[in-house]
């Protein structure tokens, strides 16, 4: 069976389309990842499978039930973290944990196993105003929250944004015992390197499904060679390479250029131009790309 | 004119018994790009609350722009430039409408204003929505605005907080190319991030951790003292001796 099915999902604000005829489905005990930039729809997406949200048009369901019709079931057996920390600031640690269990008929004894992973990182703290916590502790407080009720599907969005590269690698440790345990989880995430951690992903931006695959395919449906170029002046060679009249793309990725070239243009005389242009220590390789690669090509 | 844009000796914020920001001491030169690395809560923030002048050392020094960062705050204020992820711009006025703003408020005179404002939005190719209200701009132009106001006094130094999170990686590029050319006008860019491979970008790097700075030097230096192959790697190694979990 499918967790979330979504059928032609459409929603407007105005005269900007935040959904624009969205569809695609979520297997039981799947890690979903929706990735794309700030703005690409990922907030509304989640808004409407939570219930908090109405489409314009189209269908959804999640774990069989619409979101329209059955919106009290499927808030039974969702969790949801939403982007902007939504937690009471004045309650403690404990208590709004205590709070979460007891309006889903639970207490935090009952399904302690699910969280006890997240929570004892932050039981130190119980006694602290949730409003004084810090931005890493808040995060774990609200998945704690979002998972005392023991959901079946988890609605996470954007959880890892503003949080540095090692609190974000620890909370996809997290995650990925969550789905060990069964539970499908839906994350959206505006950093591309997380994709590979996803059963599927993804690709979203202004509203529309660019691609959807396992993270692998993603990458080797990538329908250019891929080079990584690199010289000893690295400052000049992005101008450098983009007055090569082969080149179709360029993108600045770290320590390299990623460049795709079209017909008429080949490594070597890439290598014999930026030469002749004064670069030393030309290194030209072919590279497999990632999925931020893909993420620029497809949204061109 | 003073090489060092920023200096520091020593310097420390403590709250209560917490150390915050721990005896650091570093400079910056002219024009350069200075990537400002830490995990959430190493002491990023405050450290940078000081250098603008938003926050009074417990102990050390200071200079920004060549003033005294604790007792010349007001004048360092004037001098710099600041910008963050989250507060840019006002979303209800129009493009023209902040640029008056916050010329103004820099004491630029309407002429240089006026002036100021037709270059940079031929610059960043926005001439047809000066009239435009910044609300109904994407995300990836408001950075790129929000990046040119804060830099529209020609400020000696500019602060970007956090400045690409949740932009798109095309935006995120192009407004690295707004970076390299402000410093190659000779204005100073001090930056935090959490995309490593943007670390790679600045002339030099520091990562804090635990309210020191652990290690700074150009990205290429540290790859190769830390065996590491990005950045990325580098980052992963001294954050995880942090023994300070406030964050």
Redesign the interface.
């Known amino acids: 069976m499918s967790a979330v099915i979504v059928d032609q999902l459409y929603k407007s604000y105005g005269k900007t389309r935040a959904l624009n005829g969205v569809s695609f489905s979520v297997d039981e005990g799947e890690l979903y990842g929706i990735i794309?930039?700030?703005?690409a729809g990922k907030s509304t997406l989640f808004r409407v499978l939570t219930t908090l949200m109405l489409a314009d048009k189209g269908q959804a369901q999640v774990m069989g039930y619409d979101v329209v019709k059955d919106y009290r079931k499927i808030r039974d057996i969702i969790g949801y973290m939403p982007g902007k920390f939504s937690l009471y600031q004045d309650l403690t640690v404990e208590e709004n944990l205590r709070f979460f269990a007891t309006v889903f008929n639970t207490t935090i004894e009952e399904n302690y196993h699910l969280i006890a992973d997240i929570y004892k990182?932050i039981e130190p703290f119980k006694h602290r105003k949730a409003g004084k916590l810090?931005?890493?502790?808040k995060q774990k407080l609200a998945l704690s929250c979002a998972l005392i009720h023991k959901p079946k599907v988890l609605f996470l969005d954007?959880p890892t944004?503003?949080?540095?590269?090692?609190?974000?690698?620890e909370f996809w440790g997290m995650l990925l015992k969550l789905k060990r345990q069964g539970i499908t989880i839906l994350v959206s995430t505006?950093?591309?390197d997380e994709a590979s951690l996803c059963d599927r992903i993804a690709l979203v931006?202004a509203g529309e499904f660019l691609q959807v695959d396992t993270p692998r395919s993603v990458v080797s449906r990538y329908p250019a060679t891929l080079l990584a170029v690199r010289s000893g002046k690295m400052?000049r060679l992005?101008g450098d390479l983009r007055d090569y009249p082969h080149v179709n793309t360029s993108?600045?990725?770290?320590?390299a250029f990623h460049v795709t070239l079209r017909e008429g243009g080949s490594p070597d005389d890439l290598k014999a131009y930026l030469m002749q242009k004064g670069h030393s220590d030309v290194a030209i390789q072919a590279i497999l790309p990632s999925v931020?690669d893909c993420?620029?090509l497809l949204?061109k | 004119m003073e090489e060092n844009v920023i200096y520091t000796r020593e310097l420390t914020k403590r709250f209560g018994t917490f150390t915050a920001v721990d005896r650091i001491s570093f400079n910056v030169r002219r024009g350069e790009i200075f990537g400002f690395l830490g995990a959430n809560g190493a002491g990023k923030t405050t450290a940078m609350r000081m250098l603008c002048g938003l926050s009074v050392p417990t102990a050390g020094e200071g200079r920004v722009a060549g003033f005294d960062i604790a007792t010349e705050a007001e004048e360092v204020k004037k001098h710099i430039g600041y910008m963050s992820q989250r507060f840019s711009l006002y979303e209800d006025l129009k493009i023209w409408e902040n640029l008056r703003l916050f010329g103004g408020i820099y004491g630029m005179k309407d002429k240089e204003i006026a002036r100021k404002t037709d270059e940079m939005l031929t610059d960043l190719g926005f001439e047809s929505v000066r009239d435009t209200f910044v609300r109904a701009l994407p995300l990836g132009w408001k950075q790129k605005l929000a990046f040119s106001v804060s830099i529209f006094h020609e400020p000696r130094v500019v602060f970007l907080d956090e400045p690409t999170g949740g932009v798109d990686p095309v935006t995120r590029r192009q407004f690295w190319e707004l970076i390299y050319r402000a410093a190659d006008r000779g204005i100073t860019v001090f930056v935090t991030t959490h995309y490593m491979d943007e670390a790679e970008y600045c002339d030099r790097v520091s990562i804090m951790v635990d309210g020191r700075i652990e290690a700074l030097d150009t990205p290429e230096r540290l790859r190769a003292r830390f065996q590491a192959a990005t950045m990325d790697e580098v980052f992963q190694q001294l954050a995880r001796k942090a023994v300070r979990k406030s964050d």
């Open positions: 794309g930039p700030d703005g990182q810090s931005g890493g502790m954007e944004t503003g949080v540095d590269p090692v609190s974000r690698k505006p950093y591309m931006q400052h992005l993108f600045s990725f770290g320590t931020e993420f620029m949204s």
